[in-house]
């Protein structure tokens, strides 16, 4: 689960961003600044051991909330799992979160209680089986394609300007 830290544990980042991109696929979508770019959304799945299942991350900006970011993003995610050949996808969000949880539910993940949760109802567990609706599974495939041919790229273009850069291998 995303949460702030005072140091991170930076061989921890290592291993995890060295272990990319076999084991997962991250998005970041980049305005210009002043000072080179700013990140303004970031989205991340990584595969399971299994390699059937998938936990992904996403964040985006307070001042880009609402403008279809967080589609763009996960939607790249899904067609990434599915192109990898994922049966599901997981993630936790804050029960609070009501525009992720509605994102979430649009995209067709089933939104419930984390039955892990020690606090009564706070974080919401979100999973889509990424073969269950043939609508949305079209739409992946053709965002899978665009996906590979963006990777090859190295550059995503997205709502309001921005940029999105990947990091996968297929």
Same mark, same amino acid.
């Given at each position: 689960?995303?949460?702030?830290?005072?140091?991170?544990?930076? %061989?921890?980042?290592?291993?995890?961003?060295?272990?990319?991109?076999?084991?997962?696929?991250?998005?970041?979508? $980049?305005?210009?600044?002043?000072?080179?770019?700013? /990140?303004?959304?970031?989205?991340?799945?990584?595969? =399971?051991?299994?390699?059937?299942?998938? %936990?992904?991350?996403?964040?985006?900006?307070?001042?880009?909330? =609402?403008?279809?970011?967080?589609?763009?993003?996960?939607?790249? *995610? /899904?067609?990434?799992?599915?192109?990898?050949?994922? #049966?599901?996808? %997981? =993630?936790?969000?804050?029960? #609070?979160?009501?525009?992720?949880?509605?994102?979430?539910?649009?995209?067709?993940?089933?939104? #419930?209680?984390?039955?892990?949760?020690?606090?009564?109802?706070?974080?919401?567990?979100?999973?889509?089986?990424?073969?269950?609706?043939?609508? *949305?599974? #079209?739409?992946?495939?053709?965002?899978?394609?665009?996906?590979?041919?963006?990777?090859?790229?190295?550059?995503?273009? $997205?709502?309001?300007?921005?940029?999105?850069?990947?990091?996968?291998?297929?």
């Amino acid at each position: 689960f995303m949460r702030v830290v005072r140091e991170p544990n930076l %061989e921890r980042v290592r291993q995890v961003l060295a272990s990319f991109p076999g084991n997962g696929f991250g998005i970041v979508a $980049t305005i210009p600044a002043a000072d080179g770019v700013d /990140i303004v959304g970031s989205a991340i799945v990584v595969f =399971g051991s299994g390699a059937s299942s998938g %936990e992904f991350a996403i964040n985006v900006t307070a001042g880009y909330g =609402g403008a279809g970011l967080g589609g763009t993003l996960m939607n790249a *995610l /899904i067609g990434a799992a599915r192109w990898r050949g994922l #049966a599901d996808m %997981e =993630g936790y969000v804050l029960a #609070a979160n009501k525009p992720m949880l509605r994102l979430a539910a649009g995209l067709g993940f089933s939104v #419930a209680p984390d039955p892990d949760d020690s606090v009564a109802a706070s974080i919401a567990r979100l999973v889509r089986d990424l073969g269950l609706r043939a609508d *949305l599974a #079209a739409r992946d495939r053709a965002t899978a394609a665009s996906v590979r041919r963006s990777v090859a790229q190295s550059r995503i273009s $997205t709502a309001r300007g921005m940029v999105a850069h990947s990091c996968y291998r297929g």
